[in-house]
């Protein structure tokens, strides 16, 4: 059927959007964030919580690490990600660039592709543009992205040229590669390009309209929240998401806190993904509509509250929080699992109370109400 994308809603002070992206496993209401399951499993998250309780649209893969375990033999053997892990929604992957490039001390980088050596084992592999989209195709995802090098920040401006510029051109393999191939399991797989150029902004602007020329179904924002401050962060979403086609979805990749997100739904970013909320949970840290708390804190310790009974879901109002405590103190398995399940809660409702103020038409005042709130430390 391929991926379509309806903008249902603009709000009337931001560049904001609320809309809707439809594949063949399921439709995906946007704005909307993405639950990362780098292995094909968002850590210590059931998939039935994933749909019940957190009520994803969309989880997250990613190649590098489907590609070295379980490897694509099992992944096609399988019949793909989705039936291997139990998801019957949408999936999308990182192409695994990002997590090649950071392996600074065991790749190499040439215009054939990058050589690099497993994080596993030290087993020496070759990621070219065209290998990564027939990985992709192993495992099936409905969004896949383009094979790209993600330059660290601070990068000089030679460097970030020269790396956009063979982003652009693996890009075009990528595309070729995909076009002269079919997907694998009876399911469209659409390919999203990705802007970069750091933080230069004559190479974001050549880059956006370059990805933009490929017109493909969607657009992806990499190369941000690597460090940066979050103000140039939100000055380069700008103008990515000026330039790349209004009438396509517009991913940025890797972002972030509960501010990041709702001032880039601001600046018209429909899709985002972060592996903060399930990391910062394992740590005892969650996210409330009061706050954030550290729930290893004394200060909790005979606090008979829920997590969050605003939110709903049965981790947020069922647990305590000197329960949760508790069990953190205990080091109890438990505790990363129902915090987990709280902050990707909390996450899903802090999208979908955005989109319904983009229908409202009251985003703006919303934004700047609840953004000092959400990031008071409790």
């Avoid at 096609?76 to 998801?87: P, Y």
């Avoid at 993904?273 to 409330?288: K, L, N």
């Avoid at 509250?305 to 879901?313: C, K």
């Avoid at 949760?324 to 080091?331: I, P, V």
């Amino acid at each position: 059927m391929g991926l379509k994308f309806e903008i249902k809603h603009k709000d009337p002070q931001t560049k904001a959007r609320a809309g809707k992206i439809t594949t063949d496993h399921g439709e995906i209401q946007t704005p909307i964030f993405m639950p990362v399951g780098t292995a094909g499993t968002v850590k210590a998250v059931h998939q039935r919580e994933l749909k019940e309780d957190i009520n994803a649209d969309i989880i997250l893969g990613n190649t590098y690490h489907l590609y070295l375990r379980p490897g694509t033999e099992i992944l096609e053997k399988a019949g793909g990600l989705h039936k291997f892990n139990g998801w019957d929604r949408p999936i999308l992957t990182d192409s695994g660039g990002y997590q090649v490039f950071s392996l600074a001390q065991t790749r190499k980088i040439k215009e054939e592709g990058v050589t690099f050596r497993s994080h596993i084992d030290g087993s020496k592999h070759l990621f070219t543009p065209e290998r990564v989209m027939d990985i992709q195709r192993s495992i099936g995802a409905d969004i896949i992205m383009a094979f790209d090098e993600c330059p660290p920040y601070p990068s000089d401006y030679t460097y970030a040229k020269n790396s956009m510029q063979l982003t652009h051109r693996w890009l075009q393999r990528c595309v070729d590669r995909l076009d002269e191939t079919v997907p694998l399991y009876g399911h469209h797989q659409a390919l999203f390009p990705i802007v970069q150029g750091s933080t230069y902004k004559d190479l974001r602007t050549q880059s956006a309209e370059k990805i933009a020329s490929f017109e493909r179904e969607g657009n992806a924002i990499g190369g941000l929240s690597v460090g940066e401050p979050a103000e140039m962060m939100y000055e380069f979403t700008e103008l990515c998401c000026d330039i790349l086609p209004e009438d396509k979805p517009r991913y940025l990749m890797g972002v972030g806190t509960p501010a990041n997100i709702l001032e880039n739904i601001a600046l018209g970013v429909d899709m985002l993904d972060c592996v903060m909320p399930t990391r910062q949970a394992r740590h005892g840290h969650v996210f409330t509509t009061q706050g954030i708390m550290n729930l290893k804190n004394k200060k909790w310790e005979d606090d008979f509250e829920p997590i969050d009974a605003t939110l709903g879901g049965y981790a947020s109002t069922f647990y305590s929080r000197s329960y949760l405590r508790h069990m953190f103190k205990a080091n109890e398995a438990l505790a990363g699992m129902v915090a987990s399940v709280h902050n990707l809660t909390f996450y899903l409702w802090l999208v979908r109370e955005a989109r319904q103020h983009i229908i409202d038409g009251d985003f703006r005042e919303w934004k700047n109400a609840i953004i000092p709130t959400l990031m008071q430390r409790l």
